[in-house]
Structures are given as structure tokens and as C-alpha cells.
């Protein structure tokens, strides 16, 4: 194994700690800490400067104002997500509320996407277990797909569409992965792809920010659990995730270029994205994805796993 | 090299033909055509059965009925796209269309696509130069899009989106790739992904399957010219690239489940993207992309390519 630089001892090969779990009078950028977060080295979007705005004849321009960060998720190198005691995994959770909450405070950004890239072939750079957090100056255009679909089923019925997602497939079960009774992983109908995975509280809720302690420690089982099942049935698989949340609660609700706060606008949830299969001609002209594993099966397998706890 | 069932004289290891370049008189399925067209033997799609539309609850569920052909571009398993002759790939083209416009007089087919994976990481999954062709019973999602976007200023403009993006990039200079008066090969602004491509015909047309001869040979000749760039700047790279033709013109026009034969809606194009990125997380989670190379660059080193010929 080569140097890494996120490994506990190595603090002052990254960019300085924006925030870390370490025991009280720990100093910053020393050992000790649980889960740390640093600059990205490598950033795609900086928080430095104005957006300047402009048109380039019918095209628009604007700077890359945003922010990116690491979230390092345990100072040990070989131990991942879900190797980690299901506390640790509470206090993860508990920083990505901490970064999408301090962040909110600053307007120019209108969205934060916490995400994680698993395994070379999903886009990981680095083996060390970690997450990263893009934050965007504009609402990304598949948040304000799901926020428009979400929106438009609200006007309609007064309810949220996800809600309604939820109570089908907690009524059919066939899709179902993983239920406690608090949060529910399910294949989604029509998935994109092989052991695609919805992971959603079952209770109404936009914005991940206000997730209190016991839904955090609800979604730390839960994640733990699923990303376990998906481990022992495909094998280590390489995998993307992705939290879907509503944008920059803080701003004012704005509607068509797309910010809200209003809160049946949207459900949280984390999309999961084991990368089985390549992404080709037919999937880049259409927007169709071609799934050889029907969810119903998928969810079979996953609900069946064995993840070796009680 | 193994066996391979697209080489000429390994006719009858594929599906009966379908359509062929072949001198008059030579028996289908036999050795001496040009360009020769077979079903895919791992369909995704079949034309068997009706769509048998229904709900199931919330959702929507309808039967693959379409078509999923194999275009083998040459029988010779080592020569490539820029590697053939001018007059071959015109060949190719002509086969294009003929597809095209067979495959149009079924009313269930919606769209039909044309595109082709080069190289394993673009999704090839066998090495012999080819093209493939799915004809689906809905309009693609990505298809939709552009046809809304381009009616959408149509209505404003009376004028062809199309038509206006290539005249401020043939006025500009700074992203064009390729052009001969006819045709015009475009690093777009604000590209997705390194050395992306769109081409076109100048001159207004919806339609794939209505070229004139005279457009044939002149697409076939910059499709060919525009391969071999890229093959010299980036070392001959993995790539998709997808046609993008009206739906269905044999259809009525339809307006919001989308089928339409006005002309203005759309201008048919090529998108050319090589393989260079992996899309990780934050291209799933946003549906933006982050590119390295600005599409002024890539257009720089394509034009200043050396193609090997005059």
C-alpha cells in the first residue's frame, strides 16, 4: 500500500480540517478524530469570486463558484462503510448534517449533493473511505426534475409523491429490500439499474438537514444494513451513492429556476448505484437504460442476504 | 483472434439477413456484400407481440416491442469507420437510411435509433466494425427534450434552434472542428465531455432518411474525415456516437407524448462522445458535467489534426 494521504498521522497532507468528531481539546489538523473533513485538493468549484453571470451570444456563462469537500469517513484505511460499528456510521451522518447545514448559510449556493464514489470503476480516486459534498450555485437539472414531478402530484392531490411511492411498495412488498418501520429500502419499479436501491424515511420529511438524532441513528442502521446485503450478494461490488435532498432550505421559495423550502415539494432519500453495467450509445441517445435484472429479483436477493449480524 | 460471426464467409452464424450491399445476383447470406444488416442475436427489443399498455397502481408498464438490428459496416474484421474508403462509408450511409425508412412504415415504432459503441469501455462487445439500430414504441426521454427545446423556439423565433446554434459557431470560429460549406463538425460550448462532437448539415433538414444523394456522400465524407481527428489527437479512443433524427415522419404529428413531422422541430445531427471520463456520483446525483478540456481547445487540436490525407 502507498502513502495515503487521509490516513490518521498524515493531517498536514491534506488541505486544513473544516470540521471534525475528535475528543474535546483535540487539536485540529493531529490524530485522534473519528471523521474528518478537508478541502477537496482538487476542487471543482471554488468559493472564491462572484458568479458573473453573462450571455455568450444564445448561450449563458457563468464562474464555478461552489465549494468541495472531503468527508473522510474513519481514520483507518481498510475499514469501510460498512465495516464501520453502526455509531461510527451515526456520527458520518451526523457530519454530513453539520456540512449541509453550515453551508446552507451562504445564499450563493443553492444546492449541496453529499455523494460517495466506491471502487475505481464508480470514480474513486482514493481507496480510503470517503464521501464528498459539490456545492452548486445553481439547482441541478435531475433535482429539479424530481422537484417539478414532486411539485405538480402535490398540487394535484395534496400529497407527496414519494409518500405515495412508499405506501405502493410497503403494501405490495415485491420491491421491498429492507423495512424497519422507520426507514425503507426498495428496488425501485423500472430501475435503471441491476440492484438499484431507493433508500427513504417512511415519515414525510424534504430536508436531510433536520433530520433529528433518532432519525439519524435510524438512517445509520439502515444504510449500514443495505450497503451490507448489496456487499455479500454482489460481491464487493463498485458502487455509487447519492443523497437527494430538498435545495438550500435557507433561501426563500423560489419556483421555476428552482429553489424551495416548501416542504411537500420534496422527500429526502439516497439513491444507491451498484455500476454493474456500462453506460453505452443506446443509454446516452435515449435516456432509457436497459436492466437485465428485473427489481422484483433484485429485491429477492437483497431482502434474503445474509449480512452476518443477528 | 477468435471466431468471429460478423467476418465475411461466417454468414450463416448470424440471423438471416435482413438487408445487404451486394453485387446483383449474389445469393443473401453468402460471401461478397459491402455492408450487411442481421437482428441482433441478444435483442433488447423484439417487434413480436402489442404493447398491452397498462397501470400497476401508480406506475406504467408496457411490452419491448421494437427492433434491434446489427449494421456489420465491412466484412473485413480490421478495418475501421476512418480506415474505409469515402465511398464505402457513403455505402454505409445509404444503409442508414434505407433502415431508417424501412423500419418507419410500422406505426409502433416511435423512434428509431441509430448508434455505435467503438472500443470495450464504449460498450463494444464485438471487435468487427458495426453499427447498431434499436426502433422503440415511445420517444426517448432525450429526444423529447430537444424536440421541445427546439419547438419552443421555433414558436418564439421562426427559426430552427438547429439552425441558429451552427450560424453563431460558423460565425464565432472558436468551436468548430470541421467544415466543408456542406457540413460542419462542432466541439459544443459548455461540452459534457472532453472532445465531444455534434454534426450537421448546414442547410436545414429534420429528416435522416431524406437525404439526397448528394447529402449522403457529403455526410459520409465528414463523418469520416471527423473520426480520423479524433483518432490522431486522442490515439484512437474508445467512443458512442448517436444519430439524432426526427421520430417517426410516417406518423401524424403529435404534440406532447411526442411524435411530430414538423419540419422546423428538429434538425437532425450526429453526437460523437469518446470514452475519456468515467461518470461518478456527481454526474448521477446533478446531471451536470465536469469536463477538463474546454470545447475551444478540443476544437483547436481536432482542426489542427494532421488526417493523413490531402
Request: hydrophobic share 35%.
Amino acid at each position: 500500500m502507498g502513502f495515503c494521504p487521509f490516513c490518521e498521522g498524515n493531517e498536514d497532507k491534506t488541505p486544513p480540517e473544516i470540521y471534525a468528531i475528535r475528543p474535546p481539546g483535540s487539536p485540529a489538523d493531529g490524530p485522534g478524530w473519528t471523521v474528518r473533513v478537508v478541502a477537496n485538493k482538487f476542487p471543482a468549484l471554488r468559493l472564491e469570486g462572484d458568479l458573473d453571470r453573462t450571455g455568450v451570444g444564445m448561450f449563458d456563462r457563468m464562474n464555478g463558484v461552489g465549494t468541495h469537500e472531503v468527508l473522510i469517513e474513519t481514520p483507518r484505511h481498510d475499514q469501510n462503510l460498512p465495516d464501520l460499528p453502526e455509531a461510527h456510521v451515526e456520527q458520518l451522518i451526523e457530519v454530513y448534517q453539520q456540512r449541509l447545514n453550515d453551508l446552507k448559510r451562504d445564499p450563493r449556493l443553492r444546492y449541496i449533493l453529499i455523494f460517495k464514489n466506491y471502487g475505481v470503476t464508480a470514480g474513486a480516486s482514493l481507496a480510503h473511505p470517503h464521501t464528498q459534498l459539490i456545492a452548486t450555485p445553481v439547482t441541478p437539472q435531475i433535482v429539479a426534475q424530481e422537484l417539478s414531478a414532486a411539485r405538480e402530484h402535490y398540487v394535484q392531490k395534496e400529497r407527496c409523491l414519494f409518500c405515495d411511492v412508499i405506501r405502493q411498495e410497503t403494501e405490495s412488498r415485491e420491491r421491498i429490500v429492507y423495512d424497519d418501520g422507520q426507514y425503507v429500502a426498495i428496488a425501485p419499479f423500472a430501475s435503471r439499474f441491476p440492484f438499484e436501491i431507493f433508500l427513504a424515511p417512511r415519515k414525510h420529511a424534504h430536508d436531510f438537514g433536520d433530520l433529528s438524532k433518532e432519525d439519524g441513528r435510524g438512517f445509520a442502521r439502515a444504510l449500514r444494513d443495505v450497503l451490507r446485503r448489496l456487499r455479500v450478494i454482489l460481491q464487493d461490488p463498485p458502487y455509487n451513492f447519492v443523497l437527494h435532498t430538498a435545495p438550500n432550505t435557507s433561501l426563500g421559495p423560489r419556483r421555476e429556476g428552482y429553489w424551495t423550502t416548501l416542504p411537500y415539494d420534496f422527500h429526502w432519500h439516497l439513491e444507491i448505484i451498484p455500476r454493474l453495467t456500462r453506460v453505452a450509445g443506446f443509454e446516452w441517445g435515449t435516456g432509457f437504460y436497459i436492466n437485465p435484472t428485473p427489481p422484483e429479483d433484485a429485491a429477492r436477493f437483497l431482502r434474503e442476504a445474509s449480512t452476518g449480524e443477528a
